[in-house]
Every structure is written in C-alpha cells, then in structure tokens.
C-alpha cells in the first residue's frame, strides 16, 4: 500500500464508450501524474498536475482528458479510444519540484475492444 | 536510440546469488530512481540518487550513481525469490519533476 489509490483496476470498454479512471493519494502531496505503460515500451508520462494546475501534456491525444479538482484527487476522462489505447494506465503524486520520489498507485488496466 | 538504457532486459539467477542491472543515460541526470514492479501492478520506489558517487542501501540492495551522473547500477547481493520482478530506473534530465524511465529489467530468480 503506498497511499496512493486507483479505481477500477480493471476496465473493459468499447471504441464509443466513455469512461473515467479515478485516482486518490493519501501522502500530502501536490504533484499528480498520468502515466501509461505498454507492453516493450518505456513508461511513458502524460499529463503532469502541481498544485491543481496542469504543468505537462505530453502531445497526448484529445480523446485522454485528465481533470484535476483538488490536490489530492485526478481523473482521466476517456472517450472514443482505440484498440492501441490498451494498456496500464498508473497515476502517481510527489512534492512538487525536483527531488521528490513519485509513489505510484497500482494502476488500472485497459482493454479497448 | 532510447534516452536511457537498462541492462540486461532480463535476468535469471540462481537464489542466492548476487547480480547487477545498469541504467545508462545519453544526458547528465539531476536524479535517478530506482523502482521495482509486480507484473501488471504499481511501481514500489527503492531508492534515489542525486550526487555523483553517492551510494544507497536498503536491506541487500545496494545503488551507485556514478561521478560523471551518467550511469547507475542496483546491485543485489544473495538473491531472494522476493526480489523477482521488473526493476525500472527513472532519470530526472530537465531539474524538474518529469521522470524518463527506462524499459525496464525482469529479474527471475530460480531455486
């Protein structure tokens, strides 16, 4: 348990669908992130959120929409994905600024059919 | 070529041997991270390090970030089936808070 909570873990959805990835931290932090993992590619940062405010979108596609209402909580909003969405999406949060270890959540796996 | 390389991509060792994975960056890193992942779960952090030289350890894990901050090794010494599981190093390149992370290394540990 790192503090740091995902739900749900898993998710199946169509290519129409749309849905919502939730994620909690307990640590105090005010650093939040979107990462999404493929199979035989590097953890690949998405959106990056310090004190609420969004700091990085790393040319993420307009069909991935994160939403962060307070320090503690972030979404990321999906609709209309593609089978190459598939993957494990992890959150994590730290102290903002440099230095600070991200503890990670345990990630929600996404199947896209 | 990838920003940041790890080595081997996979590893199986006998239990109770020692072993070492590398992390090789192309820049200067303002840190470097080392985490471990269950298949398909969260990262759990092991260790940070931010000076050259410097070297950490926690129970039989020992990491070096070398003097020129380039490279970085996670050694393990007396393997443990415990310690099976894909080890991940993350760089800090940019002074911030925005990690790069290599594609990993699955470490199986054989009785």
């Known amino acids: 348990e790192t503090g740091v909570t995902q739900t749900p873990r898993h998710l199946v959805m169509g290519m129409t669908n749309k849905k919502s990835l939730k994620c909690e931290q307990h640590?105090?932090?005010?650093?939040m992130y979107w990462y999404k993992q493929s199979a035989k590619k590097p953890l690949e940062l998405m959106f990056v959120y310090n004190f609420k405010e969004q700091t990085e979108n790393n040319s993420v596609p307009s069909r991935f929409s994160p939403e962060c209402p307070n320090s503690s909580h972030l979404f990321l909003h999906l609709h209309t994905l593609q089978p190459e969405d598939s993957a494990l999406y992890l959150c994590?949060?730290?102290?903002?600024?440099?230095?600070?270890?991200?503890?990670f959540g345990p990630g929600t796996r996404l199947t896209v059919t | 070529s990838q920003e940041l390389e790890q080595s081997p991509q996979s590893l199986i060792v006998q239990e109770g041997k020692n072993l070492t994975i590398n992390c090789t960056s192309s820049k200067t890193l303002y840190g470097l991270y080392w985490y471990k992942q269950k298949y398909g779960e969260g990262l759990i952090f092991l260790m940070m390090l931010q000076k050259g030289g410097e070297e950490k350890s926690h129970e039989k894990i020992t990491a070096k970030l070398d003097e020129k901050k380039q490279q970085s090794s996670l050694h393990i010494t007396a393997s443990q089936p415990s310690h099976a599981g894909i080890y991940l190093c993350g760089a800090d390149m940019r002074g911030n808070e925005k990690l790069t992370f290599g594609t990993g290394t699955r470490l199986t540990i054989i009785p």
């Open positions: 640590l105090g932090h005010n650093a």
């Open positions: 994590a949060s730290s102290q903002a600024g440099p230095g600070g270890e991200q503890y």
